[in-house]
């Protein structure tokens, strides 16, 4: 990934390019910004560039992505750049004899490296261990030993600290000893998507550059690329799902281009938009009601999420052209006249409530209520609130 790969953050990327072309770095960032909004790829970014062979060459363009820096940079094995994410404590103990630590610590290494190998596959993926404290004193004490040494072929040290913010105390207090006398030869990336939550004393210590989440038109323009093989309401309808999260976005790309069996995203919409006919048509009610049964069986819960969410942008849709009837930018361009006949055949109806109880559905079936309880009673209240008196 170069400057070029990195899906909007324009104004981010001067401020670092512009500090990297004056030789002004300051030895410590703070990346703030939501989740999935791509603001570590710019940390590894700037790692690679600092440490790539071949950016003397093509100064202001950033890394050149292909040299054996810049590919260890990706595979997260170079020796200049560390990654710290929150871990558990066993993954640290020094290896204990009795076979039982041993096994506890394989058990760790193992979650550790299922972690990096989705890291490597999906990279605006937030790793962090299930029963991790945060990020621990033996993590930064690891830092502060390898801060000591010498970078390797002339390149920079870059320490890149994710979800910064869960930095255990006497971790962040190590952390900053570090950050008040820092090594010359090492540059800090502190990355958080809450900031406020950073330890003020270390939050003073750093340069804070905020992001934002990427704007649908950038994640669209990154699709044409990435999956090429979308059409263009494919490409549409993804976007507005992952609402600016990148990782998310990924995600969704994969399960709509992949060659499973499972049925694509754009599917699942469709899916979706039969069952609300189905509600809307006294005599195909009891389909709405199989439609559930089906959809408690055959999908996944991420899928049943997807299933609810498509609802939810269609009614977005249809209370945009209730007050706009020419609105262009739809999340379902290819729904169009249905979204028109909605706004035709169902006036005045409630589309806040009707999404609040969606909304609802989602919140539990993240906290992992019964699909065909949930989805039963969601069913009803939508026929309730949509259906003709
Ligand atoms: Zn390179």
């Not at 990654?83 to 290896?95: C, D, H, K, N, Q």
């Not at 993590?139 to 000591?148: D, P």
């Not at 706004?343 to 609802?360: H, M, N």
């Amino acid at each position: 990934m170069s400057w070029q790969q990195i899906i909007g953050h324009e104004h981010q990327l001067r401020v670092l390019r512009t500090a990297l072309g004056a030789d002004r770095l300051a030895h410590a960032y703070l990346f703030a910004g939501p989740e999935g909004s791509g603001k570590e790829t710019v940390a590894f970014e700037l790692a690679k560039i600092l440490n790539c062979r071949n950016s003397h060459d093509q100064p202001g363009e950033g890394s050149c992505g292909v040299c054996e820096s810049c590919r260890q940079t990706d595979r997260l094995l170079h020796p200049n750049v560390e990654y710290l994410f929150p871990v558990e404590a066993a993954l640290l103990e020094s290896s204990d004899p009795s076979k039982k630590e041993n096994k506890k610590l394989i058990e760790a290494k193992e979650r550790y490296e299922a972690l990096i190998e989705e890291k490597l596959r999906n990279p605006f993926f937030t790793p962090a261990m299930e029963r991790s404290m945060g990020i621990l004193t033996e993590q930064v004490l690891m830092l502060q030993q390898k801060a000591a040494l010498a970078p390797r072929d002339g390149g920079k040290k870059v320490f890149i600290i994710s979800q910064a913010e869960r930095l255990h105390p006497t971790a962040a207090n190590k952390l900053l000893k570090l950050l008040e006398e820092p090594p010359a030869h090492v540059i800090f990336v502190l990355v958080s998507s809450r900031p406020e939550s950073v330890l003020p004393t270390i939050r003073s210590r750093c340069q804070t550059l905020s992001f934002a989440r990427p704007k649908p038109a950038e994640i669209e323009f990154w699709m044409s690329q990435r999956a090429p093989q979308l059409d263009q309401n494919e490409r549409r309808f993804i976007a507005s799902l992952a609402r600016g999260n990148l990782c998310n976005a990924l995600e969704l790309i994969e399960a709509q281009t992949g060659a499973g069996t499972a049925p694509a995203v754009v599917g699942i919409r469709n899916q979706a938009i039969d069952y609300l006919r189905n509600i809307l048509t006294p005599s195909k009610f009891h389909e709405a009601i199989t439609t559930c049964e089906e959809m408690s069986k055959n999908l996944s819960r991420p899928e049943q999420i997807i299933f609810l969410d498509s609802l939810l942008l269609f009614f977005q849709d249809v209370t945009r052209r209730s007050i706009d009837s020419a609105f262009p930018e739809l999340n379902n361009p290819d729904l169009s006249d249905s979204t028109n006949r909605f706004v035709k055949g169902f006036p005045g109806k409630d589309l806040y409530r009707a999404s609040t109880v969606i909304e609802e559905a989602m919140r539990s079936l993240e906290r992992n209520a019964s699909i065909l309880l949930v989805m039963a009673g969601m069913t009803a209240e939508l026929r309730g609130i949509l259906g003709k008196r």
